[in-house]
Structure formats: structure tokens, C-alpha cells
């Protein structure tokens, strides 16, 4: 049955952890486990590191296309992110945020404190990796798609998509979204398996339009404006990715992010239909006669595991066979969800609480 873990390594340094996913909470945790001498070895499926806080380079520009800024309400998330500004990889972003409606552009203001990623938002998860380097018991591989778990009496070997294996492992923690999880779970851990049926995922399109001349602001609004909200029934967020930490020298780029309902109703249009009506529903925010820059580039990325339909309420799920699983969707839907989720189950398995 899935329980928090109560049992701690006996000697850490002897154990072995595999860990499918290298987004946020994936390295937080390996970062957990590694700093305490366990042997860790994280794969992920991309080509870098970030999950859903990656950014896609572009000849002229970097777009993120997952998550655009993050706010910080834990203390141990707040002393973290200190850290990562310390380092470079974070500052505060945005400061100039508008809300659309029917009567124009008016400021929008929260009173949340955001951060982003610098030069780009994969800049924190590539720091993260980086960091890796300093255990010579911690490794990363990339481009390596897991797609079965095998119990062996030696403790736990994965298999990849190239039918290449590895380990075995003592412990195999899995940080990918619920329904990539439960893919890998499902003949091993019945309750896991369904604590994933209990996490069903919204999607969510992403555009970017890259143009070539500074966009015209409509009367009355900063000309550096960096995000704005949006109440049109398909997109609800654009940002401008120039105006973040580390980009100013690049050209005019909007990531345009649709609503979850509209993009649930849309998941299976092609990438350019979904990039065309994003820039449409922009351009209805803005005056009839705003002269518009041409378009450099037009595209969109489909997450079809975006976020998830409901907070959840524990922060990760452990099994006394030795499989794990961390992620945003165990405690809510945001950047800190996720690293406080691989963080509090590196430290649990550790045996430092619960
Ligand atoms: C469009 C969008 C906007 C967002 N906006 C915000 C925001 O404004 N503020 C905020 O706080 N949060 C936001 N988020 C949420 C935030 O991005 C996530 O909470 C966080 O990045 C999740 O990290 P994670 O490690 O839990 O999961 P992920 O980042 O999804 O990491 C899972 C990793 O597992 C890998 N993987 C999956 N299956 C396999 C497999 N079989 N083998 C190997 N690797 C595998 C994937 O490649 C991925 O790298 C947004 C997300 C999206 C998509």
C-alpha cells in the first residue's frame, strides 16, 4: 500500500535510486539524495533537463513556452530561490502586468512577488543538472525514454525505449506527470497506480510569436508592458519573453498561453492552427487600427499533461516495493509544488522525517 516512507537507508551511500524525470521536482530530489552520498541516476526523455519549465531557442529569441514566472510561499522554497538568485539563474519578473477586457488594457497587480528564470526559465532546471556534476555518485542521462520497471531479486531494472537496461536499483522514484507515471506502475503497484487515476491532467497550448519591429502599445499602457491577462475564450496569459531577465537584446517575442478549457477542447489540432488562433485572440485585445509588425515566426507546443484538474494533498507517494512518485500534481499545480514535492521525498526517504 502506498504509505509515507518510515524506513530510512542504513547506509546511504550503499544505496541506489533511479529517478524517471529531470523537470523540477526530479532534480530536487536527486539533489536531496545525492548531497547525503546516495547514488542517484536521473533519465529523462528530452533532450535537456526542464520538463515543463523548459525554453525553446530559436535563432533570434528564447521563448519559454511552460511555465512564464513563479511565485514563492514556503520558506524553504523562498531560501532556495535566494540561492538560485545568488547564482544567476533567477530575478524578479514581472513588474509592468495589464488585464484585457471589453473597455482596453487596464494594470493588473496581485500583490504577488514573481520570479523567472535567467536568461530563460530552463536556466534554474540547467543549473540544477549542472550541479549534479559536484557528486561523482550522481548522473543524468538524456534522450532516454523508460518504459518498463522490472522486479529482480538484485532490486529494480529499467528498461528504455532502445530496450537498453539498467541497474538495478534500490529504489526507483517516479517524477513524471500522473498518466506518464502510471504507465510505468501499472502491473508493480496497484494503489500508485491509482493514486495516479486520481490526478487527471488538463492540457494546455502554448504559442510564440516572434515579430520584427517592437509592438505599437494601445494608448495609455507602458510601452515596456510584460505580461497580460486575458479574458477571451481561448488564450488567458501572453508575456513577453524580451522583456525578461537576460533577453533584452532580443527581438519582440510573445508566448501566447491558452486557456485550459479551450486547449482541452482543441488538444488535437495541428500546431499551427492552435499558433494561428492564439494570435488572432492577441490581436483582438488590441485597438482596430494598431498597426502590427509583420511576423518573424508563428508555432505552438502542445502539453497535453499541463496541469492538474485538482490540487493534491500529499506531497508524494512511496511504496514499500521501493517505487516513489514526486511531482507538482501531489501537492498543487505550480513550480514550488513540484520542487518542494521532490525535495520532501528525498529528504523522507533519507529517513529525516515522517
Ligand atoms: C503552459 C504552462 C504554464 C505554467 N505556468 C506556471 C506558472 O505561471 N507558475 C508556476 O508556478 N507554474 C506554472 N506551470 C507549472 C510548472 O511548470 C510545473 O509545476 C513544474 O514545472 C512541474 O515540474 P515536475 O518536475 O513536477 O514535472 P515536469 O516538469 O513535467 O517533469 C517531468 C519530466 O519527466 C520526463 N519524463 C516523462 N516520462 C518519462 C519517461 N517515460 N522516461 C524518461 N523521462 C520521462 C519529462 O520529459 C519531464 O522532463 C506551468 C506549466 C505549463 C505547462
Not at 201 to 218: E, K, S
Amino acid at each position: 500500500m502506498a504509505e509515507p516512507a518510515n524506513e530510512t537507508f542504513s547506509s546511504a551511500a550503499a544505496q541506489r535510486v533511479a529517478i524517471i524525470g529531470a523537470g523540477l521536482s526530479g532534480l530536487a530530489c536527486a539533489h536531496r539524495l545525492a548531497q547525503q552520498g546516495v547514488n542517484v541516476q536521473l533519465f529523462d526523455k528530452a533532450r535537456g533537463p526542464g520538463g515543463r519549465m523548459s525554453s525553446k531557442q530559436r535563432p533570434s529569441a528564447t521563448l519559454d513556452l511552460g511555465a512564464q514566472a513563479f511565485t514563492v510561499r514556503d520558506a524553504r522554497f523562498a531560501s532556495k530561490v535566494a540561492e538560485w538568485q545568488a547564482a544567476g539563474c533567477v530575478a524578479m519578473w514581472p513588474v509592468h502586468s495589464y488585464q484585457a477586457s471589453a473597455s482596453g488594457w487596464q494594470t493588473h497587480e496581485d500583490g504577488q512577488v514573481r520570479y523567472c528564470g535567467a536568461p530563460r526559465m530552463s536556466a534554474i532546471t540547467r543549473h540544477l543538472a549542472d550541479g549534479l556534476n559536484a557528486f561523482p555518485h550522481a548522473a543524468l542521462l538524456l534522450e532516454t525514454t523508460i518504459t518498463a520497471l522490472e522486479s529482480t531479486p538484485q532490486g529494480w531494472q529499467l528498461r528504455d525505449a532502445n530496450d537498453h537496461q539498467y541497474g538495478t536499483f534500490d529504489r526507483v522514484v517516479i517524477s513524471a506527470p500522473p498518466p506518464q507515471a502510471k504507465a510505468l506502475l501499472a502491473d508493480w503497484e496497484p494503489m500508485l497506480s491509482d493514486a495516479c487515476d486520481a490526478r487527471p491532467q488538463r492540457g494546455c497550448w502554448t504559442a510564440w510569436a516572434i515579430v520584427d519591429a517592437p509592438l505599437p502599445p494601445p494608448p495609455g499602457v507602458d510601452a515596456d508592458w510584460q505580461s497580460l491577462h486575458v479574458q477571451h475564450p481561448a488564450l488567458r496569459l501572453v508575456s513577453r519573453n524580451h522583456t525578461k531577465p537576460g533577453r533584452e537584446h532580443q527581438p519582440e517575442s510573445l508566448s501566447l498561453l491558452a486557456q485550459l478549457d479551450w486547449s482541452d477542447a482543441h488538444i488535437e489540432e495541428t500546431p499551427e492552427a492552435a499558433a494561428q488562433q492564439l494570435w488572432e485572440a492577441f490581436i483582438t485585445t488590441l485597438p482596430p487600427d494598431t498597426a502590427l509588425p509583420p511576423l518573424v515566426e508563428l508555432g505552438a507546443h502542445r502539453w497535453r499533461y499541463a496541469q492538474p484538474a485538482s490540487a493534491g494533498s500529499q506531497s508524494f507517494l512511496y511504496s514499500k516495493c521501493g517505487l516513489a512518485l514526486c511531482g507538482d500534481s501531489f501537492r498543487g499545480s505550480r513550480v514550488e509544488d513540484a520542487w518542494l514535492s521532490g525535495d520532501e521525498l528525498g529528504e523522507a526517504l533519507l529517513g529525516r522525517s515522517v
